[in-house]
């Protein structure tokens, strides 16, 4: 299968795998400096023209919001629920990627996560920044909201933990912390190694993030028991969320909500988003900046490709599941539902779903050359998340205009959320632009460790890659 | 005697509180005058927490239901039904809940103004004194038979003292009139029952009491005549005797509230209401067996469901029941009396019910009078604005009535106002035809009016309905009745009475020796505070079931303009004819179609899907004399060659809420009346131009749902 | 040793007070006439904002009852359903109330309807989203802030001070006229008996020109609403969802 | 009282450091007075060190039962403390404390892992500190703390073992 352009299998290998093509630490860890400090004006522009999106929709937006009221969206009954819920579930699957590549990939040691884990983690972390901004935007007295908070009171009016909104907000609030722990974690030895190369205010920041980490045997110790805990604990963590955040919908006694696969089938979802967004941020990364090409490879487009396409039959699975329970049920609510979907005014966002979910991964993710190409993946990702984005719409504002009381169907038109929903979008890309400038996106300890455990073992006549287990 | 006791003491005896079912005892209070005292002297009465009901008459429209008004701290809180009062025991209709939503109106006129016709409320207030006067000067100024006055359809105090005043000065009576009156047909079923029964009276068609109702378009569960006493007999119609629950059928060409709740609703050609009845007289009579009565004898009963374009079956399955019923009734209203065949139509139907029914009245008179006072007809106001128009009329006062937005334009009333020197609105609110007055001396609101108000029909009693403030004066308004009193002072004409709760008392005293009333007093105070509390006098009236001629009736062919379309114009069950400036009954759906806030026309989805129309597409609707443009409903019930206009919206001012909402549909009412003077505006025919704009209606209901739009099941 | 209350962990699935009724309504359709009388009595009694064209054309309005109608047929054989006044049915086992985070609709014990506390809401419209009567209204604007609606400046005056009027951001619904039921009982009680049958009645109920809404306790066999409960064509809508309505419809007639 | 001295030796390779310290071992220096410093993590095993202690796991558990008790608290005991009923639903469901119970237990237990780093840690820490930072260039370095008397026997021999540099350790500011 080896290129025949390359004789010796060691140099085709360290080509094809960063694993096998170590560089001196101090070398990459120069690189990723230098790709924290290499900002051309383009990187400005485009982050003054998202801070001015974001202002808006944020700012601006969300104040005219605040203080006229919740009718400037598009909601209404029945649509009690509009676009702010959509945005806050497609958020939060866009979180499910950063924990699913670290932690679940680190559980079963699948090596080619190592140089992207970071970058996937701040999706994770500023992915929940936005889910949180879309659930408060959505809540018609946010000012309040603190109401829902447990805290003791004189009252002693504790929330209501029937709510599967009291079991949303300690599930985000828990996956929220409990991510940017994580995330923070193995960021401590990066920051270690920026401070040791930073001056100036760079350095203070360094320092001040790096809490005097040094590398003794202790520190690695105990830095290294508490993220296998986490990578184990944050998993059930993160399933939770995404299924609660399913419960939301599945506890209604709704047609077409109420079903008991809602669960999995969101949380499949999610990471079905969530890995299309990965791959986008990665091709972007890649792309735009500097020395990012020796340490993303196709090998690890290709590696979350297959990913993507297993995920997206798993979703396919669910979406069927789901669809032939609710369908073969024969509930005169539940048909009409599903006809409303199919065949109402807003048919072609099911079939856009379905063809952006399915069709789209299944007919391009199978070939191992399309899947290793950046600029491909990064159109899949995109068609992926706006399948997602519209699994989410489908799911809330059009499936609540179909209700029990045909008397007061209606169809949802979005105002405000536009707007904010933009907002969040620009806020999420500015904020991981910045971060880009300020946090080492490649994890060098991790990439140093993978290389120190790889090597080339000849098995007869061929020449195979092994890894050693070191930990 | 003399001594004065504060109004507030006053409303607090006359108010129907919970706790004063110990009424006066005999002697009633010291003092007739009444008092206003700052609100800085706090009568118990107005603590917090602590409501006071005050009685009064609903003057939303003209039938005179009875209100409690549930007042606090000075301020009226709600307005409920009087279970006294005989016309609606204690109930209420929209329009009526809605009445405080006038009261407190943002755009009620707050002072007297110097309106000198301006397009718009001017700004310029007067104080009442020169208001008093200029009225004073108009009447030493003019001509008796110069000065005229229009007034509203309820026959009041106020339209007594129009009368005793033109009276005394020689001038011609008050005239009265409105647009339900209009759309009642009033003059018609007075007519007819002139014709049939030698009585120009109204009906009352007791539903109660009967069994099998057929209905020949009367839209009586809406607006028509006396709507709430109507539908509190349709419930019992319903409810039925021993326990066998009452039919109702109605024959109309477009779905009306009212033929919503029929158990079936058969549609007809226009006009052809009056050959119905008679067909179903000749089908019960054969029914029922003996004689035939002279009435039916020649009609075709298969010609006549042909002319109708009504199934043979359904006419005979009605038959049917109603030989079958034992108390039957027909009733006929609405459309069916607009036509040039009205008084016929109307006594048609009269005749079904003289033959067979033991439910058909006519109403008992009003208290002190001998005769049914009727509203003028369409025609008669024809004549008044021609009159206005030769410029005979000087000055025209104008209370309680919008003709600028009432009458038809046809009838060219606006035109007409222009030769008329001085015109004087006594409006509350900035309507129509106040802006094309001179001057507006606005009348208190009627929760803040004395008065009283004759009833006319709705009830087995003689009903004179009471009226007292439930809260003083809003803005800076003055009965109407007392500047007529004062300037008449000032310009000498002789008047024995010094106020308005003077005149009321005066023309109450001849009822205090009555006997066999609602209640009794020994004199006029004591039968003042009587009338007040319980909100009214009436008298228990023996009805007696008319006796007709058994002539023939005729059922000509209705006359029609020439055009595509018949038009059946019908007032909004939730407006009214002046509900636009209510900001609640503008958002209450109407009825059939649940649109709100906005005019619409209702076409039949056949006709629709032929015309090229679609839900919301704007049309214009044009006849001989006018046209108008507003959102099509595709309406399931209504004849394919009928299109329906709701009368009520249409407003160029009338305050915030109504002004430039919607259209008005008797803009394309010719000037053709029927035998009784009413206008024959169901005889108009139009056509339907698309204009390629679109407009949404507001409705409550959802056209997915209800439509199956979007889902594929359209019509 | 200790029991465990059963009641407490929802072992027995909910609580036995929750099958009793107290407060309920009859509603019969066949005598309805869709006069549209019990909503404005109720806007009226309950300072129900309106909120305008646009706003009402767009499922907005605020009406804590409707009258519902459907067609059935064509032309000329169409027939309107019965009109279906339909309003919080003050659900036994609401499926609005465990759903709010915030305790902001709850079953009142005392009463046993179904409440919402104005001052507790956050407006997360769960809900709404989840009442299958879909009889919860939001308010979307500031209706009833005179600085927002200027109409209200004066309108303000009529507003019945023994209701909240409320602000932006929350929900609201039929409260079964609970102002009035309050009322009646202080007055019942201070004159030391029980409120009588018909001594008091909601807003909508006292409107109707046609007494197709009748209103009373349940739990009193004595009392008009159950005798015309107990006719047997009652039907409770949605019923089979478990909710366990208040309000029963007569569909007598055809 | 021996006046202590600290050497700081650095290696490039895993190899040399492990025979280092098993030269020092020899030396007579106790591994309790060595450390090692890398900005890889390098397991104790591959330098042949006694296994450091750690007490994060114990304090995850400890932050797991205090979140399980909060949780049993917010589930079980807040909603007796204001009984509202809902959806007649008991007041405390055991599904609904479930749910409760487990998000809780899980924060508790993922905030006290990260708290255990920072105590077992000492983080943050800013103070000076012996340190260079050629070791998150890949280098390995040992901090010894010896006898002055022992310093220069101990440097000659790591020099000997490949070290690249031995120098007296001095606390700075990182």
Same mark, same amino acid.
């Given at each position: 299968?080896?290129?025949?352009?390359?004789?010796?299998?060691?140099?085709?290998?360290?080509?094809?795998?960063?694993?096998?093509?170590?560089?001196?630490?101090?070398?990459?860890?120069?690189?990723?400096?230098?790709?924290?400090?290499?900002?051309?004006?383009?990187?400005?522009?485009?982050?003054?023209?998202?801070?001015?999106?974001?202002?808006?929709?944020?700012?601006?937006?969300?104040?005219?919001?605040?203080?006229?009221?919740?009718?400037?969206?598009?909601?209404?009954?029945?649509?009690?629920?509009?676009?702010?819920?959509?945005?806050?579930?497609?958020?939060?699957?866009?979180?499910?990627?950063?924990?699913?590549?670290?932690?679940?990939?680190?559980?079963?040691?699948?090596?080619?996560?190592?140089?992207?884990?970071?970058?996937?983690?701040?999706?994770?972390?500023?992915?929940?920044?936005?889910?949180?901004?879309?659930?408060?935007?959505?809540?018609?007295?946010?000012?309040?909201?603190?109401?829902?908070?447990?805290?003791?009171?004189?009252?002693?009016?504790?929330?209501?933990?029937?709510?599967?909104?009291?079991?949303?907000?300690?599930?985000?609030?828990?996956?929220?912390?409990?991510?940017?722990?994580?995330?923070?974690?193995?960021?401590?030895?990066?920051?270690?190694?920026?401070?040791?190369?930073?001056?100036?205010?760079?350095?203070?920041?360094?320092?001040?993030?790096?809490?005097?980490?040094?590398?003794?045997?202790?520190?690695?110790?105990?830095?290294?028991?508490?993220?296998?805990?986490?990578?184990?604990?944050?998993?059930?963590?993160?399933?939770?969320?995404?299924?609660?955040?399913?419960?939301?919908?599945?506890?209604?006694?709704?047609?077409?909500?109420?079903?008991?696969?809602?669960?999995?089938?969101?949380?499949?979802?999610?990471?079905?988003?969530?890995?299309?967004?990965?791959?986008?941020?990665?091709?972007?990364?890649?792309?735009?900046?500097?020395?990012?090409?020796?340490?993303?490879?196709?090998?690890?487009?290709?590696?979350?490709?297959?990913?993507?396409?297993?995920?997206?039959?798993?979703?396919?699975?669910?979406?069927?599941?789901?669809?032939?329970?609710?369908?073969?049920?024969?509930?005169?609510?539940?048909?009409?539902?599903?006809?409303?979907?199919?065949?109402?005014?807003?048919?072609?966002?099911?079939?856009?779903?379905?063809?952006?979910?399915?069709?789209?991964?299944?007919?391009?993710?199978?070939?191992?050359?399309?899947?290793?190409?950046?600029?491909?993946?990064?159109?899949?990702?995109?068609?992926?998340?706006?399948?997602?984005?519209?699994?989410?719409?489908?799911?809330?504002?059009?499936?609540?205009?179909?209700?029990?009381?045909?008397?007061?169907?209606?169809?949802?038109?979005?105002?405000?959320?536009?707007?904010?929903?933009?907002?969040?979008?620009?806020?999420?890309?500015?904020?991981?632009?910045?971060?880009?400038?300020?946090?080492?996106?490649?994890?060098?300890?991790?990439?140093?460790?993978?290389?120190?455990?790889?090597?080339?073992?000849?098995?007869?006549?061929?020449?195979?890659?092994?890894?050693?287990?070191?930990? | 005697?003399?001594?004065?006791?504060?109004?507030?003491?006053?409303?607090?005896?006359?108010?129907?509180?919970?706790?004063?079912?110990?009424?006066?005892?005999?002697?009633?209070?010291?003092?007739?005058?009444?008092?206003?005292?700052?609100?800085?002297?706090?009568?118990?009465?107005?603590?917090?927490?602590?409501?006071?009901?005050?009685?009064?008459?609903?003057?939303?429209?003209?039938?005179?239901?009875?209100?409690?008004?549930?007042?606090?701290?000075?301020?009226?809180?709600?307005?409920?039904?009087?279970?006294?009062?005989?016309?609606?025991?204690?109930?209420?209709?929209?329009?009526?809940?809605?009445?405080?939503?006038?009261?407190?109106?943002?755009?009620?006129?707050?002072?007297?103004?110097?309106?000198?016709?301006?397009?718009?409320?001017?700004?310029?207030?007067?104080?009442?004194?020169?208001?008093?006067?200029?009225?004073?000067?108009?009447?030493?100024?003019?001509?008796?038979?110069?000065?005229?006055?229009?007034?509203?359809?309820?026959?009041?105090?106020?339209?007594?003292?129009?009368?005793?005043?033109?009276?005394?000065?020689?001038?011609?009576?008050?005239?009265?009139?409105?647009?339900?009156?209009?759309?009642?047909?009033?003059?018609?079923?007075?007519?007819?029952?002139?014709?049939?029964?030698?009585?120009?009276?109204?009906?009352?068609?007791?539903?109660?009491?009967?069994?099998?109702?057929?209905?020949?378009?009367?839209?009586?569960?809406?607006?028509?005549?006396?709507?709430?006493?109507?539908?509190?007999?349709?419930?019992?119609?319903?409810?039925?005797?021993?326990?066998?629950?009452?039919?109702?059928?109605?024959?109309?060409?477009?779905?009306?509230?009212?033929?919503?709740?029929?158990?079936?609703?058969?549609?007809?050609?226009?006009?052809?209401?009056?050959?119905?009845?008679?067909?179903?007289?000749?089908?019960?009579?054969?029914?029922?067996?003996?004689?035939?009565?002279?009435?039916?004898?020649?009609?075709?009963?298969?010609?006549?469901?042909?002319?109708?374009?009504?199934?043979?079956?359904?006419?005979?399955?009605?038959?049917?029941?109603?030989?079958?019923?034992?108390?039957?009734?027909?009733?006929?209203?609405?459309?069916?009396?607009?036509?040039?065949?009205?008084?016929?139509?109307?006594?048609?139907?009269?005749?079904?019910?003289?033959?067979?029914?033991?439910?058909?009245?006519?109403?008992?008179?009003?208290?002190?009078?001998?005769?049914?006072?009727?509203?003028?007809?369409?025609?008669?106001?024809?004549?008044?604005?021609?009159?206005?128009?030769?410029?005979?009329?000087?000055?025209?006062?104008?209370?309680?009535?919008?003709?600028?937005?009432?009458?038809?334009?046809?009838?060219?009333?606006?035109?007409?106002?222009?030769?008329?020197?001085?015109?004087?609105?006594?409006?509350?609110?900035?309507?129509?035809?106040?802006?094309?007055?001179?001057?507006?001396?606005?009348?208190?609101?009627?929760?803040?009016?004395?008065?009283?108000?004759?009833?006319?029909?709705?009830?087995?009693?003689?009903?004179?309905?009471?009226?007292?403030?439930?809260?003083?004066?809003?803005?800076?308004?003055?009965?109407?009745?007392?500047?007529?009193?004062?300037?008449?002072?000032?310009?000498?004409?002789?008047?024995?009475?010094?106020?308005?709760?003077?005149?009321?008392?005066?023309?109450?005293?001849?009822?205090?020796?009555?006997?066999?009333?609602?209640?009794?007093?020994?004199?006029?105070?004591?039968?003042?505070?009587?009338?007040?509390?319980?909100?009214?006098?009436?008298?228990?009236?023996?009805?007696?079931?008319?006796?007709?001629?058994?002539?023939?009736?005729?059922?000509?062919?209705?006359?029609?303009?020439?055009?595509?379309?018949?038009?059946?114009?019908?007032?909004?069950?939730?407006?009214?004819?002046?509900?636009?400036?209510?900001?609640?009954?503008?958002?209450?759906?109407?009825?059939?179609?649940?649109?709100?806030?906005?005019?619409?026309?209702?076409?039949?989805?056949?006709?629709?899907?032929?015309?090229?129309?679609?839900?919301?597409?704007?049309?214009?609707?044009?006849?001989?004399?006018?046209?108008?443009?507003?959102?099509?409903?595709?309406?399931?019930?209504?004849?394919?060659?009928?299109?329906?206009?709701?009368?009520?919206?249409?407003?160029?001012?009338?305050?915030?809420?109504?002004?430039?909402?919607?259209?008005?549909?008797?803009?394309?009412?010719?000037?053709?009346?029927?035998?009784?003077?009413?206008?024959?505006?169901?005889?108009?025919?139009?056509?339907?131009?698309?204009?390629?704009?679109?407009?949404?209606?507001?409705?409550?209901?959802?056209?997915?749902?209800?439509?199956?739009?979007?889902?594929?099941?359209?019509? | 040793?200790?029991?465990?209350?059963?009641?407490?962990?929802?072992?027995?699935?909910?609580?036995?007070?929750?099958?009793?009724?107290?407060?309920?309504?009859?509603?019969?359709?066949?005598?309805?006439?869709?006069?549209?009388?019990?909503?404005?009595?109720?806007?009226?009694?309950?300072?129900?904002?309106?909120?305008?064209?646009?706003?009402?054309?767009?499922?907005?309005?605020?009406?804590?009852?409707?009258?519902?109608?459907?067609?059935?047929?064509?032309?000329?054989?169409?027939?309107?359903?019965?009109?279906?006044?339909?309003?919080?049915?003050?659900?036994?086992?609401?499926?609005?109330?465990?759903?709010?985070?915030?305790?902001?609709?709850?079953?009142?014990?005392?009463?046993?309807?179904?409440?919402?506390?104005?001052?507790?809401?956050?407006?997360?419209?769960?809900?709404?989203?989840?009442?299958?009567?879909?009889?919860?209204?939001?308010?979307?604007?500031?209706?009833?802030?005179?600085?927002?609606?200027?109409?209200?400046?004066?309108?303000?005056?009529?507003?019945?001070?023994?209701?909240?009027?409320?602000?932006?951001?929350?929900?609201?619904?039929?409260?079964?006229?609970?102002?009035?039921?309050?009322?009646?009982?202080?007055?019942?009680?201070?004159?030391?008996?029980?409120?009588?049958?018909?001594?008091?009645?909601?807003?909508?109920?006292?409107?109707?020109?046609?007494?197709?809404?009748?209103?009373?306790?349940?739990?009193?066999?004595?009392?008009?609403?159950?005798?015309?409960?107990?006719?047997?064509?009652?039907?409770?809508?949605?019923?089979?969802?478990?909710?366990?309505?208040?309000?029963?419809?007569?569909?007598?007639?055809? | 009282?021996?006046?202590?001295?600290?050497?700081?030796?650095?290696?490039?390779?895993?190899?040399?450091?492990?025979?280092?310290?098993?030269?020092?071992?020899? /030396? #007579?220096?106790?591994?309790?007075?060595?450390?090692?410093? &890398?900005?890889?993590?390098?397991? $104790?095993?591959?330098? @042949?060190?006694?296994?450091?202690?750690?007490?994060?796991?114990?304090?995850?558990?400890?932050?797991?039962? /205090? #979140?399980?008790?909060?949780?049993?608290?917010?589930?079980? &005991?807040?909603?007796?403390?204001? $009984?509202?009923?809902? @959806?007649?639903?008991?007041?405390?469901?055991?599904?609904?404390?479930?749910?409760?119970?487990?998000?809780?237990?899980?924060l508790g237990m993922l905030l006290s892992t990260f708290l255990g780093v920072f105590l077992d840690s000492y983080f943050p820490n800013y103070r000076p500190m012996h340190y260079v930072p050629e070791v998150s260039d890949g280098k390995i370095a040992v901090l010894i703390e010896c006898p002055q008397a022992d310093e220069q026997k101990i440097t000659d021999a790591l020099k000997k073992l490949g070290a690249e540099s031995v120098q007296m350790a001095e606390a700075q500011h990182l």
């Amino acid at each position: 299968m080896s290129d025949k352009k390359h004789h010796n299998p060691e140099e085709h290998f360290r080509e094809q795998h960063l694993m096998l093509d170590p560089m001196p630490r101090g070398q990459m860890n120069d690189m990723v400096m230098e790709s924290m400090h290499t900002t051309s004006w383009k990187f400005w522009v485009v982050a003054a023209i998202l801070a001015v999106i974001s202002f808006i929709g944020l700012g601006v937006d969300w104040y005219r919001l605040i203080m006229e009221g919740q009718g400037l969206a598009g909601v209404m009954r029945p649509d009690y629920w509009g676009i702010f819920l959509v945005n806050t579930v497609f958020w939060i699957g866009i979180s499910h990627a950063g924990t699913f590549i670290s932690a679940i990939l680190r559980v079963f040691k699948a090596e080619f996560r190592r140089p992207f884990t970071r970058a996937a983690e701040l999706m994770t972390t500023f992915g929940l920044v936005q889910a949180g901004f879309s659930i408060f935007m959505h809540m018609g007295r946010v000012w309040l909201s603190y109401w829902l908070m447990p805290y003791p009171n004189q009252r002693q009016l504790w929330p209501n933990f029937h709510s599967p909104l009291s079991w949303d907000l300690l599930a985000i609030t828990t996956y929220l912390l409990s991510s940017t722990m994580y995330l923070f974690l193995p960021l401590i030895p990066d920051m270690a190694m920026a401070r040791d190369r930073s001056t100036g205010w760079r350095k203070t920041f360094y320092k001040v993030l790096a809490l005097g980490f040094r590398g003794t045997e202790g520190e690695w110790a105990h830095l290294r028991t508490a993220m296998n805990i986490f990578a184990f604990a944050i998993i059930p963590v993160m399933f939770s969320v995404h299924t609660i955040v399913s419960w939301d919908f599945a506890m209604a006694t709704r047609p077409g909500w109420s079903s008991t696969i809602f669960g999995p089938y969101f949380v499949i979802g999610a990471l079905h988003s969530g890995m299309g967004a990965v791959v986008m941020v990665l091709a972007v990364v890649r792309g735009t900046m500097k020395h990012m090409k020796y340490f993303i490879r196709p090998e690890h487009f290709e590696g979350i490709a297959r990913l993507m396409l297993i995920i997206s039959m798993a979703w396919a699975y669910f979406f069927f599941n789901d669809y032939i329970v609710q369908w073969y049920g024969g509930d005169k609510w539940t048909k009409t539902l599903l006809h409303w979907h199919e065949a109402g005014p807003m048919g072609w966002m099911w079939f856009a779903m379905l063809i952006f979910n399915i069709a789209i991964p299944w007919s391009i993710l199978w070939n191992k050359k399309w899947r290793s190409t950046p600029w491909l993946l990064f159109i899949v990702g995109l068609l992926i998340n706006v399948g997602m984005w519209f699994e989410r719409y489908i799911i809330v504002p059009i499936s609540v205009t179909i209700n029990r009381m045909p008397f007061t169907w209606r169809l949802y038109q979005p105002g405000i959320e536009v707007p904010m929903g933009i907002g969040t979008v620009a806020f999420f890309i500015l904020l991981y632009m910045l971060a880009s400038r300020l946090v080492p996106l490649i994890p060098v300890w991790e990439v140093q460790e993978g290389q120190m455990a790889h090597s080339l073992t000849k098995f007869g006549r061929e020449t195979v890659m092994t890894v050693s287990e070191l930990e | 005697m003399t001594q004065k006791i504060s109004r507030r003491d006053f409303l607090k005896l006359a108010g129907v509180g919970a706790a004063t079912t110990a009424v006066l005892t005999g002697c009633g209070p010291a003092a007739k005058f009444v008092t206003r005292q700052p609100y800085l002297k706090m009568p118990e009465y107005t603590y917090n927490g602590e409501s006071t009901y005050y009685a009064t008459t609903c003057r939303e429209c003209a039938a005179a239901c009875g209100l409690v008004v549930r007042t606090m701290q000075g301020r009226a809180i709600k307005v409920e039904g009087n279970k006294a009062n005989p016309v609606n025991l204690g109930k209420t209709c929209a329009r009526g809940q809605t009445t405080l939503q006038g009261l407190y109106n943002p755009d009620r006129v707050t002072a007297p103004t110097k309106q000198g016709r301006a397009k718009d409320l001017s700004g310029s207030a007067m104080n009442w004194d020169d208001a008093v006067a200029t009225v004073s000067d108009i009447l030493k100024k003019y001509k008796a038979s110069e000065i005229a006055f229009l007034m509203g359809t309820a026959p009041d105090h106020l339209f007594d003292l129009a009368t005793d005043l033109t009276g005394a000065m020689g001038a011609s009576a008050p005239v009265r009139y409105g647009a339900l009156s209009m759309f009642e047909g009033r003059a018609t079923l007075a007519q007819a029952a002139q014709e049939m029964f030698g009585q120009p009276a109204l009906p009352f068609f007791d539903l109660a009491s009967a069994d099998v109702v057929v209905s020949f378009g009367a839209n009586f569960l809406e607006t028509w005549v006396s709507p709430v006493a109507y539908t509190r007999g349709y419930s019992k119609l319903r409810k039925g005797h021993d326990r066998r629950r009452g039919l109702f059928f109605q024959f109309e060409a477009r779905m009306s509230q009212t033929g919503s709740v029929a158990d079936e609703w058969i549609a007809l050609r226009p006009g052809t209401e009056g050959l119905v009845a008679l067909a179903l007289g000749k089908l019960v009579a054969e029914a029922r067996g003996g004689s035939m009565p002279k009435a039916f004898a020649s009609v075709n009963v298969n010609e006549a469901a042909e002319k109708a374009g009504v199934e043979l079956e359904a006419l005979h399955v009605i038959a049917e029941e109603f030989a079958k019923a034992n108390a039957p009734l027909a009733i006929v209203g609405g459309p069916a009396l607009a036509h040039s065949n009205g008084v016929e139509t109307t006594k048609a139907v009269y005749a079904l019910n003289a033959a067979f029914s033991s439910s058909f009245f006519l109403s008992p008179l009003a208290p002190g009078e001998d005769v049914y006072h009727r509203p003028a007809s369409a025609q008669e106001m024809s004549e008044f604005v021609k009159k206005l128009e030769s410029g005979a009329v000087k000055a025209l006062f104008i209370h309680g009535v919008n003709p600028a937005f009432e009458l038809p334009k046809s009838l060219g009333f606006e035109a007409a106002l222009k030769n008329v020197e001085t015109v004087i609105s006594f409006a509350t609110f900035p309507d129509e035809t106040a802006l094309l007055s001179d001057y507006i001396f606005p009348d208190h609101h009627a929760l803040e009016s004395f008065g009283y108000q004759r009833a006319y029909t709705g009830a087995n009693a003689s009903v004179l309905s009471g009226l007292q403030p439930a809260v003083t004066p809003f803005v800076d308004t003055k009965a109407t009745a007392d500047v007529l009193l004062a300037a008449a002072a000032q310009a000498g004409f002789p008047f024995p009475y010094a106020d308005e709760f003077a005149f009321i008392q005066g023309k109450l005293q001849q009822f205090v020796p009555i006997a066999g009333g609602s209640f009794a007093a020994p004199e006029i105070n004591a039968f003042t505070a009587f009338f007040q509390q319980f909100g009214g006098w009436w008298k228990q009236a023996d009805l007696v079931a008319p006796t007709a001629s058994n002539g023939a009736v005729n059922a000509p062919e209705a006359e029609f303009e020439e055009g595509e379309f018949f038009l059946i114009p019908f007032v909004s069950p939730t407006l009214g004819e002046a509900g636009a400036n209510k900001p609640w009954l503008q958002e209450t759906a109407d009825p059939t179609t649940t649109v709100m806030w906005n005019t619409w026309v209702e076409i039949n989805p056949e006709t629709a899907h032929e015309l090229g129309v679609e839900n919301d597409d704007v049309v214009k609707i044009v006849s001989a004399a006018g046209e108008v443009e507003a959102s099509v409903y595709l309406y399931p019930a209504i004849r394919p060659d009928v299109i329906a206009i709701p009368f009520g919206q249409g407003h160029t001012a009338y305050g915030q809420f109504a002004a430039g909402r919607g259209v008005n549909p008797a803009d394309l009412f010719g000037a053709k009346f029927n035998a009784a003077g009413d206008l024959a505006y169901a005889g108009v025919k139009v056509r339907v131009e698309k204009t390629g704009k679109k407009q949404y209606l507001s409705r409550l209901e959802s056209k997915i749902g209800v439509y199956g739009e979007g889902l594929g099941e359209e019509h | 040793m200790t029991t465990i209350d059963l009641n407490m962990v929802g072992a027995k699935g909910a609580l036995v007070e929750a099958a009793e009724g107290k407060w309920g309504m009859v509603i019969d359709q066949d005598l309805c006439t869709g006069c549209q009388a019990c909503v404005t009595a109720c806007a009226m009694e309950n300072n129900i904002a309106f909120v305008g064209e646009e706003d009402a054309g767009y499922g907005r309005s605020m009406h804590w009852i409707r009258i519902e109608r459907f067609w059935e047929g064509h032309y000329p054989h169409v027939k309107m359903t019965h009109y279906q006044p339909m309003l919080c049915q003050q659900c036994g086992k609401a499926p609005c109330e465990p759903v709010c985070p915030a305790f902001a609709t709850v079953h009142s014990q005392s009463e046993q309807v179904n409440v919402q506390v104005y001052n507790r809401c956050v407006g997360t419209r769960y809900c709404g989203n989840n009442c299958p009567y879909q009889v919860r209204s939001f308010n979307w604007f500031d209706y009833n802030d005179e600085r927002i609606n200027k109409a209200i400046a004066t309108l303000k005056h009529q507003f019945n001070p023994d209701v909240t009027v409320r602000r932006r951001g929350i929900m609201e619904k039929c409260s079964f006229c609970i102002q009035r039921i309050h009322k009646a009982q202080d007055k019942a009680k201070s004159e030391g008996r029980e409120v009588a049958d018909g001594e008091f009645t909601t807003a909508c109920a006292q409107a109707c020109p046609a007494d197709a809404i009748v209103f009373g306790r349940v739990d009193n066999p004595e009392s008009l609403v159950s005798q015309l409960m107990a006719e047997g064509h009652g039907v409770q809508h949605l019923s089979e969802l478990g909710t366990l309505p208040r309000v029963t419809y007569l569909v007598g007639g055809q | 009282m021996t006046i202590e001295k600290s050497l700081l030796a650095v290696f490039s390779d895993l190899e040399p450091a492990a025979d280092a310290i098993e030269q020092l071992r020899h /030396l #007579g220096v106790h591994d309790d007075c060595m450390n090692v410093i &890398s900005g890889v993590p390098v397991t $104790e095993a591959m330098l @042949g060190r006694p296994n450091q202690w750690t007490n994060v796991p114990r304090l995850a558990m400890g932050g797991a039962i /205090l #979140g399980f008790i909060a949780g049993l608290f917010l589930a079980f &005991s807040s909603p007796t403390s204001y $009984e509202i009923q809902v @959806g007649g639903q008991g007041f405390a469901p055991v599904p609904v404390a479930i749910v409760v119970v487990f998000e809780l237990t899980m924060l508790g237990m993922l905030l006290s892992t990260f708290l255990g780093v920072f105590l077992d840690s000492y983080f943050p820490n800013y103070r000076p500190m012996h340190y260079v930072p050629e070791v998150s260039d890949g280098k390995i370095a040992v901090l010894i703390e010896c006898p002055q008397a022992d310093e220069q026997k101990i440097t000659d021999a790591l020099k000997k073992l490949g070290a690249e540099s031995v120098q007296m350790a001095e606390a700075q500011h990182l």
